[in-house]
Nanobody, 120 residues
Framework: QVQLVESGGGLVQAGGSLRLSCAAS????????MAWFRQAPGKERELVAT????????YYTDSVKGRFTISRDNVKNTVFLQMNSLKPEDTAVYYC?????????????WGQGTQVTVSS
């Protein structure tokens, strides 16, 4: 089993930055590609970004391209989401997810989420 714990959320003004972290523990040998999702009130959970096990392949949803950067440290079993130029519409609970495969194909494990609130 793999446990994922997110941190770094909070309240920030529009135009500000936050860096989310997701630490994996347990049977981390079973984790491959990682991803960040978010869910705003009244909306479905959406995929924000993914990163392959090697870090060589990344994907971003259009609304965050050029503003968010996903990265990972496999020594520390941690994935990051650097969020710059934040907008009120980025307000959501952000979830970390892990796939057992090296290229993202879907979530096998989920974190509990961390709240990000962007004020206008």
């Amino acid at each position: 089993q793999v446990q994922l714990v997110e941190s770094g959320g909070g309240l920030v003004q529009a135009g500000g930055s936050l860096r989310l972290s997701c630490a994996a523990s347990g049977r981390t040998a079973g984790t491959g590609a990682m991803a960040w999702f978010r869910q705003a009130p009244g909306k479905e959970r959406e995929l924000v970004a993914t990163i392959s096990w090697s870090g060589g392949f990344t994907y971003y949803t259009d609304s965050v391209k050029g503003r968010f950067t996903i990265s990972r440290d496999n020594v520390k079993n941690t994935v990051f989401l650097q969020m710059n130029s934040l907008k009120p519409e980025d307000t959501a609970v952000y979830y970390c997810a892990a796939d057992s495969k090296r290229l993202w194909s879907g979530a096998n494990y989920w974190g509990q989420g961390t709240q990000v609130t962007v004020s206008s």
